[in-house]
């Protein structure tokens, strides 16, 4: 285990076994609906390159980068788009793909941005839930796990930008941000 993580939350093997849960539940849901898998970068590109193979059915997926917290451990409640998706959306089932959901801020601002694009639906995968943090009007359509408000790593997820290739996901040490 890397050092400063003080715990693992999931192992490898208990994300396996819940992204192949999660990819059959989409492919159950969208099948014959060839669906746009949005990436949101860059937490979620670890979670979403499992979940598209894990979702056996014809599928577009495309990348996008919203920011909201910079290199701090709070949500400035500002979402700043970075890197906006190629596809044309109009007409097409969305899935924005995260690998957490916090506040709510960047799913509420980018759920919005796609709806007003005229998306035949938009629905939200995130990996994480941290329900008791959030603020904004959102809930995810399919999540992985709910967890309680400590600060995670791992699998896509960072502080300051490092921990993102743990194979797993930890809670990081306090002595980690609060030095
Ligand atoms: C994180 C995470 C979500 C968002 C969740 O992204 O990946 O996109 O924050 O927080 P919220 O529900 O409070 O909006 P971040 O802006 O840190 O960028 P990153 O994915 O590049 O790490």
Known sequence: MNRDVEKILFTEEQIARRVRELGAALAREYAGKEPLMVCILKGACVFF?????????????????????????????????????????????????????DSGNSLCRLRALFAGRGAASVKICAFLDKKARRTAPVEADYAGYEIEDAFVVGYGLDYAERYRNLP????LKRSVYEK
Do not use: C
């Open 49 to 101: 390159s499992d979940l598209v193979r894990a979702t056996d059915i014809p599928l577009s997926l495309d990348f996008m980068q919203a920011s909201s917290y910079g290199a701090g451990a709070v949500s400035s409640g500002d979402v700043r788009i970075v890197k906006d998706v190629g596809t044309p959306v109009a007409g097409r089932h969305v899935i924005l793909v995260e690998d957490i959901v």
């Open 168 to 171: 797993y996901i930890g809670i």
